[in-house]
């Protein structure tokens, strides 16, 4: 809100946000409004917003979850019951639907597959955590879908850093960042990211 405020201070003409809490911005919105700044939602939509750039989210999910099945099937046959790990985000819609479609292109894609945990994970240090308590509990889980690339990387560093081969647990993830190609490209457990930006080199 503070970063808003300083926006419309400086005399903008937009205002670009993706907001924590949709529901927090009604203030700071007609501040901007009352001098005539646009106020744009960008990934995450807010009541408030002049115009909304947001992704069809379950779709984006439902890549992430077939890409994971088919991964799956490849690695370890698809009569495998796999075990898989998700990293979510409940309070904002917007990777709800994410999530929703994970589940979905997973269930279509490798019907034994089953998700054994689920977590929190927005940034590299909740996804360290959050991997090392899950692997803790769920030794045998070979894949995780995350709702963006921040925790993925986390996971990745976990199972990095434990040896974990390329061929022995899949991270699938949202974002298209530039570390997680890194990832991708360096042959580390990282296998995908779906990039919901401008074509990456």
């Known amino acids: 809100i503070t970063q808003v405020e300083n926006f419309v201070t400086s005399g903008v ?26 106020m744009m939602a960008d990934g995450v939509s807010f009541p408030e917003a002049d115009l909304s750039y947001i992704n069809d989210n379950f779709t984006v999910g439902k890549m992430v ?7 799956l099937n490849k690695t370890f046959g698809e ?8 990293y979510e985000w409940p309070s904002i819609k917007e990777c709800i639907d994410r999530v929703d479609g994970m589940k979905e292109g997973l269930k279509e894609t490798a019907p034994n597959a089953q998700v054994v945990a689920s977590a929190s994970a927005a940034n590299v240090t909740d996804g360290m955590s959050n991997a090392e308590n899950i692997l803790q509990a769920h030794p045998e889980v070979k894949a995780f879908m995350c709702f963006g690339d921040g925790g993925a990387l986390g996971a990745s560093e976990v199972l990095e850093a ?5 061929d022995e647990v899949g991270i699938f993830s949202i974002d298209g960042t530039d570390e997680a190609l890194t990832k991708i490209k360096n042959n580390t457990p990282f296998k995908m990211s779906v990039s919901l930006g401008s074509p990456k080199g």
Do not use: F, M
């Open 13 to 38: 003409d937009v205002v670009v946000v993706q907001p924590a809490d949709a529901n927090s911005l009604t203030d700071v919105s007609k501040k901007a409004h009352d001098k005539g700044i646009y």
């Open 65 to 71: 979850g077939t890409a994971c099945g088919e991964w």
């Open 79 to 86: 009569d495998a019951k796999t075990e898989v790990a998700i």
């Open 162 to 166: 434990k040896g974990t081969g390329a």
